[in-house]
């Protein structure tokens, strides 16, 4: 083995983390390659009302969805790893800054301001949105609207993803 480079690539900052609730698995995996190759550091999948999967069937997908980050930290010459996390609602972590997009509350502002270096969380809901249970959890967390439009749930990830990215 040789070593042919010594260039240190420091993790992309400010820590964003993308917070999803459980969509089929195969729209799961999109999500979990395309928000890899954008720069998210963590993305925590969890369970809400409408989920589409419980947290149980999830897990079971693990392993796949570990070897998909992989592949796409590979593909996007990523030097680091996607921090995949399953937990509960009740347990998400919060960042400095955190958003909740929806399209269910009117004059939301648009997630167009720059928060530079500042670590932020955005939440993408499953395709039936949040119910009123889901929304005393995220009590803390900003309403944003990611479009003009009602994005499927895999979409409004990784436009979410590409805007955090983006801005910060």
């Known amino acids: 083995v040789t070593i042919i480079d010594h260039t240190y690539y420091p993790p992309l900052h ?3 983390t993308l917070v999803i ?11 979990i390659q395309k928000v890899t190759e954008i720069g998210i550091n963590r993305l ?7 989920s589409q999967l419980s947290l ?26 996607l921090d995949l996390q399953i ?30 270096h500042i670590d932020q969380s955005l939440f993408i809901g499953p395709e039936g949105g949040f119910a009123l249970q889901d929304y005393e959890h995220l009590s803390d967390f900003s309403p944003v609207r990611l479009t003009p439009y009602i994005l499927r749930s ?9 805007l955090l ?3 910060s």
């Open 44 to 50: 925590i999948i969890t369970e809400t009302r409408y």
């Open 21 to 31: 609730s459980t969509i089929k698995p195969k729209n799961l995996e999109l999500v």
């Open 154 to 162: 895999e979409t409004a990830a990784i436009v979410g993803s590409g």
């Open 14 to 16: 400010p820590h964003l």
């Open 165 to 167: 990215r983006h801005l």
């Open 87 to 116: 937990m509960p609602l009740a347990d998400i972590p919060r960042s400095s800054q955190n958003y909740v997009a929806t399209t269910q509350a009117e004059d939301l502002p648009p997630l167009l301001t720059p928060k530079t």
């Open 56 to 81: 149980r069937d999830i897990k079971k997908k693990y392993t796949r969805f570990q070897t998909i980050a992989t592949e796409a930290c590979k593909q996007a010459q990523r030097p680091y790893l």
